[in-house]
Nanobody, 123 residues
C-alpha cells in the first residue's frame, strides 16, 4: 500500500487549505483513513479519521476536539482518496500532516503512513 499526500503549504491565519491523500495497492473493505499531525517537539496526534463507509455509520468519523467545526474529513472510495478541508486556520495548526490507512481483517490491523505534507499558518 502506498499513500500520497498533497495540498499543504503556507497560509495566513484565517485561511483555508484542502489536503488530499490517495491510496494505492491492497485496500481492504473494512478500513479507516485518517489524518494526523506532528508539530516540532511534539508527539504525532490524531486530527480526524473516517471509516470505510464514508462516515455514514455510527462512529464513522472522529475529530480531535480542537478542530471540531473547523476541519472536515471526507473520502471518495472510488478514488481511494481521503480529504481534509481545513478552515479558519490558526498558527497552532502548523505541523506536518500525515495520512494513515488502517486495514482491518480477522481481528488484525495493518497500518500504513503517507510521507507527510507541511502546513504552515503564519502572517
Amino acid at each position: 500500500v502506498q499513500l500520497q499526500a498533497s495540498g499543504g503549504g503556507l497560509v495566513q491565519p484565517g485561511g483555508s487549505l484542502r489536503l488530499s491523500c490517495a491510496a494505492s495497492g491492497s485496500i481492504f473493505s473494512i478500513n479507516h483513513m485518517g489524518w494526523y499531525r506532528q508539530a516540532p517537539g511534539k508527539q504525532r496526534q490524531l486530527v480526524a479519521r473516517i471509516n470505510s463507509s464514508g462516515g455514514t455509520t455510527y462512529g464513522g468519523t472522529t475529530y480531535r476536539d480542537s478542530v471540531k467545526g473547523q476541519f472536515t474529513i471526507s473520502r471518495d472510495n472510488a478514488k481511494n482518496t481521503v480529504y481534509l478541508q481545513m478552515n479558519s486556520l490558526k498558527p497552532e495548526d502548523t505541523a506536518v500532516y500525515y495520512c494513515k490507512l488502517s486495514n482491518f481483517q480477522l481481528g488484525s490491523e495493518y497500518v500504513y503512513w503517507g510521507q507527510g505534507t507541511q502546513v504552515t499558518v503564519s502572517s
